[in-house]
């Protein structure tokens, strides 16, 4: 039979899934209480008000959904398009690509718009297309890890406004670790993980939901059957395809009425409100410009020991950078020798860029000095390994530059 | 800002989620790897392999779903149901209603046949039904814990085969507990969770299913764009609706194709690797036992108090027990008692059981002696104070008697 886990040390410094951090997880060993028991549901409250301050917004309807963050993408689509609603969906990634795959699940008019990876939309490009396609929903990813590029939203809520368009957006990979304002830019519904900078593992997705997304999706509302309070009907919009994902339904449980749908996954929430403590506490400007500096590091280090950066750099996500894969080297073969020899993990890379980058992250609990330095080192060693003309000790050395100044 | 997560020393003796096993927490609190790290991948093998045991199977396609329960029972249902086919659902109590539900919003035309709660089916009634709907899926649930009741499965697989059916069952409530034998039974697809037998928090589900329910499915298989294969097509049957639940899209995650699709939930995986290691280890016919022994035990304790017992005990599932509030006692207000007094929660009831019972559960680490005694003895003390008619002592005295047996 197979052993007690015991996974082998490693630091990963990939696109996330990063290291959780130790109180995270030391969070997650806590014994389970019921999921009515006055402890848990005011535990859930809590968990509500962190993760307002998280998404900084005053939205009620703040929680989590029970899955990984592909899970709370799907339940924000579902929940917001009946079939044949037009949605917009601005692609600069491979992320982009996920929300118009899930949106056609959803039996929706999918419209798409395109930059060329490495780049992000301007805001007349967004509203050009709102103005033609005048879409239901407005979806797009903040921060696409596949391009490490950080979508500028703070115009979008606005031109939503105008438009009668409600804003969607998939903020896994950058929020905690990103300037992100729910209620000033104008969100709707908001997706994320706890993976990347939240530092934890993934397996929840937080969300937060404004007033009128509300309408939109109560207006939906078909209680399950033997739940139905008296006299309680059906809203006449057409019912939604997941029971599971049917934010109606979660509203529900995680609100005042604590009608039984899912049974709560009581660990993960334990791992949840951990993280968004973490970085209340540190506070979320802290944490961002911490990811800023550490990013900023990574940057100049890889730079430092000669290497390329892709894409548009003074639009990237403080916490991953792509990094060309020098002429020569062998891409994956020198991830896996940083792996096996010194336990760091880098990313690969997707699609198009392939065999071309990788990704480096400074995120979470892994945004930090010694994880910048020890990365950089080794990377020195596997690329000297390949004769790859480089700077002894520039990468270090640009980073901890940047540590100085 | 709130504290350090803190739960309350609570004994949770109701239908579930119950107390995790130590080890499971134990198991959780591990750091996590990339998921692409051959540690991990290794991981997912021996997780799948475990649970070939626990389900009793030799499935290739046993794996984790990153959801509750609820979510096994959707993928499942989502995946195998194609919209206008027909699924029939022999209601036995909530957890019937509940696949009913799913299978409509999957757009299936729906059969039901129903029994009186407190009673199961007999195979006669369910090939009666199958006979007349001609359904594509048999969907039925073993043990519906909202009535305590565990439905005889072994005929079913081969009705189901006479008459080209699918069979799938939710076997959440039951597995690991009761007899249950994917196999033998010729079940299609099964889900479980890890709350209840299995000793596991809530958040991951266990799902099998056999080659031909694979080829159902993989008929409707549509790879994400930027995921395909040089040449690759889509199958021809009708798109799954949820990409997040699309057992398609899982298998070719968890299989040598490691396609991407979810970042998997690491800390559920470790959780419930752990849940089948401890079934495993135990022996899967012993952990059936035990649950059969203290269920027993319990059974006897509750009658040897002077209370009666709801529904058809001989059909009822060894690890939960409902147990009617007796006259003049307010069921909702002594179960608080129970919680605040003694730090024991026990299990209040839906729909048209609500008020009438309470539901007393013996599963996983807590299918135990000294957690039956104690709810034995802590419950005597308040139904006491409510003045009830019982013989003093006769509830752990009745307990003791079955385990000196």
């Known amino acids: 039979m197979s052993g007690p886990i015991n996974p082998p040390p490693r630091l990963l410094m990939g696109p996330g899934p990063i290291n959780a951090d130790p109180r995270v997880l030391r969070a997650m060993s806590a014994q389970l209480v019921g999921q009515y028991d006055p402890w848990m549901t005011a535990s859930m409250n809590e968990t509500m008000a962190l993760y307002r301050e998280v998404f900084r917004t005053a939205n009620e309807q703040t929680f989590l959904v029970d899955g990984t963050s592909r ?5 924000a689509l579902v929940s917001l398009l009946e079939p044949g609603d037009r949605v917009l969906v601005p692609v600069f990634g491979r992320f982009g690509h996920l929300l118009t795959e899930i949106a056609e699940r959803c039996r929706a008019e999918v419209h798409t718009i395109e930059v060329p990876w490495g780049q992000v939309f301007s805001a007349e490009q967004v509203e050009d297309a709102v103005r033609r396609v005048r879409p239901k929903v407005l979806a797009i990813v903040q921060g696409d890890t596949s391009t490490t590029m950080c979508q500028p939203l703070a115009d979008l809520g606005e031109i939503c406004r105008r438009h009668d368009v409600l804003l969607y957006c998939d903020a896994t990979a950058s929020l905690g670790g990103n300037e992100f304002e729910a209620d000033t830019w104008g969100m709707d519904v908001v997706t994320a993980g706890l993976q990347k900078c939240l530092g934890g593992p993934s397996g929840s997705a937080p969300i937060t939901i404004s007033g009128r997304a509300v309408d939109v999706i109560d207006g939906r509302k078909h209680v399950e059957a033997g739940l139905r309070a008296d006299g309680e009907t059906d809203a006449p919009g057409e019912r939604i395809v997941s029971n599971y994902l049917d934010l109606a339904q979660v509203m529900d449980y995680w609100g005042p009425r604590r009608l039984n749908h899912h049974t709560e996954a009581t660990t993960m929430l334990y791992g949840a409100r951990e993280c968004a403590r973490l970085l209340v506490e540190e506070g979320l400007d802290a944490a961002i410009e911490r990811h800023a500096l550490h990013g900023r590091a990574m940057l100049e280090g890889v730079r430092g020991l ?10 990237k996500m403080h916490n991953v950078v792509a990094v060309e894969i020098p002429d020569g080297v062998d891409g994956d073969r020198a991830r896996s020798g940083l792996l096996d020899d010194f336990g760091i993990e880098i990313g690969t890379s997707f699609g ?10 400074t995120m979470g609990y892994n945004a930090r000095k010694d994880a910048v330095l020890v990365t950089l080192a080794a990377l020195e060693q596997v690329l000297r390994a390949y004769g790859v003309p480089l700077t002894a000790g520039g990468g270090v050395g640009a980073a901890q530059e940047v540590y100085a100044s």
């Not at 899970?71 to 339940?75: K, L, Q, R, V």
């Not at 000669?306 to 639009?315: K, P, R, Y």
């Not at 198009?352 to 992250?361: A, M, N, Q, S, T």
């Open 71 to 75: 899970a709370g993408i799907e339940a």
């Open 306 to 315: 000669g290497l390329e950066v892709f894409g548009d750099v003074a639009h």
């Open 352 to 361: 198009p860029l392939h065999g071309k980058v990788w990704r480096i992250g």
